[in-house]
């Protein structure tokens, strides 16, 4: 009885949890979003040219990526699997900058706004141009 219990609690140890796999999806889409917050903010201001704006819209871009450095720290404690995509709110830029220009048209709820379609685009691979 004692080695059955020594067992379970050995591969308890050695195979993330069901909670913790939730706790890294969690964690993990709290990244993607704070991305994709920080991408809309940087569109926004392209068509602004107010400084006190701008400097509000970095600030709302810093705190996005402290939120995303904050994440990842849970993620790396948490021994979730490591992220396969950049840590970049520029992925997302194009897709923010779509939404922007339909609101700037006045398309209300376009679907070009629902962060969840958002896919971002990957980032070229260092040093393998032609």
């Known amino acids: 009885m004692m080695w059955k219990m020594l067992v379970c ?4 140890m050695a195979s993330p949890s069901v909670l913790a796999q939730a706790a890294c999806a969690d964690l993990s889409k709290a990244v993607e979003f704070q991305l994709k ?3 809309s903010s940087s569109a926004e201001g392209i068509a602004d040219n107010s400084a006190p704006r701008a400097t509000l819209r970095e600030l709302r871009i810093s705190n996005s990526l402290a939120l995303v450095e904050m994440n990842l720290t849970l ?3 948490n ?4 992220r396969q995509k950049p840590v970049n709110p520029m992925i997302y830029f194009g897709e923010a900058l779509d939404c922007e220009i339909a609101t700037q048209k006045g398309e209300k ?8 379609a958002w896919q971002g685009v990957s980032a070229p691979a260092v040093g393998n141009a032609g």
């Open 75 to 77: 993620m790396a404690q």
């Open 109 to 116: 709820d376009s679907p070009k706004c629902k962060m969840d």
């Open 9 to 12: 609690a050995c591969l308890m």
């Open 79 to 82: 021994k979730c699997p490591p």
């Open 37 to 39: 917050k920080a991408a």
